[in-house]
């Protein structure tokens, strides 16, 4: 794809025809997002100005980030950004891209940690930090303990904790898993342990489309059958969680009988259950510290 010059309509045409080829699927919305990215133009102004004539320089960045979209590099990588909880997260190729179905979850948390004065919430893999920053974003009193084993990914959290302006509300720690909580006297003082850990069997990522595939290994692989982390966080939360604490687990749309089974069995926990998502598939499992 090469333009040496081109008003904004005929880019935008240009962009979507190109992607089209290469088979990207939504290729009129990417190659829309991407020139509003590089123009730095809402939607309305765009579609305001397309008889305009574009710069040189923008009309490069434009054809080059066409070229990475069309080398299945995710549009949310490209631009940097992607919408969670009606808040903008950065993000980048060290995290995984939040999802929407991950806001019920923040929204069950939420629900529940409204109700203590001082709420305490540890987010395991916390990857951009979109759980720990919405959840305090939305509860002012609430502190997070943020968990991730790449520092890269707690950079990536802790300027998303900046640009929210609730940095004093989160601790991000690096290390797996509880490891780095132990430290911190929080034995028995957790209202909330919530994780959207990676829950992909190993053999199953090689089959995922050609994006997921460039988001970070460690964020997708849950090991052997997907269930590693599942284990490790149903048998460790309790010693962290208050008497009733709520442990909520993100899932595959597969997994709930399986994780509920693997929380009934550790006799610890009450009110297990597999809650949907907004398309009718199991999304999480939610289950409280037995009194």
């Given at each position: 794809?090469?333009?040496?010059?081109?008003?904004?309509?005929?880019?935008?045409?240009?962009?979507?025809?190109?992607?089209?080829?290469?088979?990207?699927?939504n290729?009129?919305?990417?190659?829309?997002?991407?020139?509003?990215?590089?123009?730095?133009m809402?939607r309305?102004?765009?579609?305001s100005?397309?008889?305009?004539i574009?710069?040189?320089e923008?009309?490069?960045?434009?054809?080059h980030?066409?070229h990475?979209r069309?080398?299945?590099?995710?549009?949310?990588?490209?631009?940097?950004?992607?919408?969670?909880?009606?808040?903008?997260?950065q993000?980048?190729?060290?995290?995984?891209?939040?999802?929407?179905?991950?806001?019920?979850l923040?929204?069950?948390?939420?629900?529940?940690i409204?109700?203590?004065?001082?709420?305490?919430?540890?987010?395991?893999?916390t990857?951009?930090?979109?759980?720990?920053?919405?959840?305090?974003?939305?509860?002012?009193?609430?502190?997070?303990?943020?968990?991730?084993?790449?520092?890269d990914?707690?950079q990536v959290?802790?300027?998303?904790?900046?640009?929210?302006?609730?940095?004093?509300?989160?601790?991000f720690?690096?290390?797996?898993?509880?490891?780095?909580?132990?430290?911190?006297?929080?034995?028995?003082?957790?209202?909330?342990?919530v994780?959207?850990?990676?829950?992909?069997?190993?053999?199953?990522?090689?089959?995922?489309s050609?994006?997921?595939r460039?988001e970070?290994?460690?964020?997708?692989?849950?090991?052997?059958d997907?269930?590693?982390?599942?284990?490790?966080?149903?048998?460790?939360?309790?010693?962290?969680?208050?008497?009733?604490?709520?442990?909520?687990?993100e899932?595959?749309?597969?997994?709930?009988?399986?994780?509920?089974?693997?929380?009934?069995?550790?006799?610890?926990?009450?009110d297990?259950?597999?809650?949907?998502?907004?398309?009718g598939?199991?999304r999480?499992?939610?289950?409280?510290?037995?009194?």
């Open positions: 794809m090469q333009i040496r010059s081109a008003s904004m309509g005929e880019l935008l045409k240009q962009g979507k025809c190109y992607l089209e080829k290469q088979g990207i699927t290729s009129a919305l990417d190659a829309e997002v991407l020139l509003r990215y590089v123009l730095g809402s309305s102004s765009l579609f100005n397309l008889s305009n574009a710069a040189k923008q009309i490069d960045r434009y054809i980030l066409i990475k069309s080398e299945r590099i995710p549009l949310q990588y490209l631009t940097g950004i992607q919408e969670f909880m009606s808040l903008e997260f993000v980048n190729e060290h995290v995984l891209i939040p999802r929407p179905e991950t806001e019920q923040v929204e069950r948390v939420t629900g529940y409204k109700g203590y004065r001082q709420p305490i919430i540890v987010d395991l893999g990857g951009s930090g979109a759980i720990a920053v919405s959840i305090a974003k939305i509860i002012s009193k609430a502190f997070v303990y943020a968990v991730d084993i790449s520092p990914a707690l959290a802790r300027q998303n904790g900046l640009n929210h302006g609730v940095d004093k509300q989160i601790c720690l690096k290390g797996n898993l509880f490891q780095p909580l132990l430290e911190y006297d929080l034995g028995g003082k957790v209202h909330t342990i994780s959207n850990p990676p829950y992909i069997p190993e053999k199953e990522i090689a089959v995922l050609p994006e997921v460039k970070p290994f460690t964020a997708l692989s849950g090991g052997e997907g269930f590693q982390f599942y284990h490790a966080i149903i048998k460790e939360a309790p010693a962290f969680l208050i008497s009733g604490g709520m442990l909520a687990l899932i595959g749309y597969n997994q709930g009988q399986v994780v509920k089974e693997l929380m009934i069995q550790s006799r610890v926990y009450t297990v259950s597999i809650i949907k998502d907004y398309s598939l199991d999480m499992v939610i289950a409280f510290l037995g009194e």
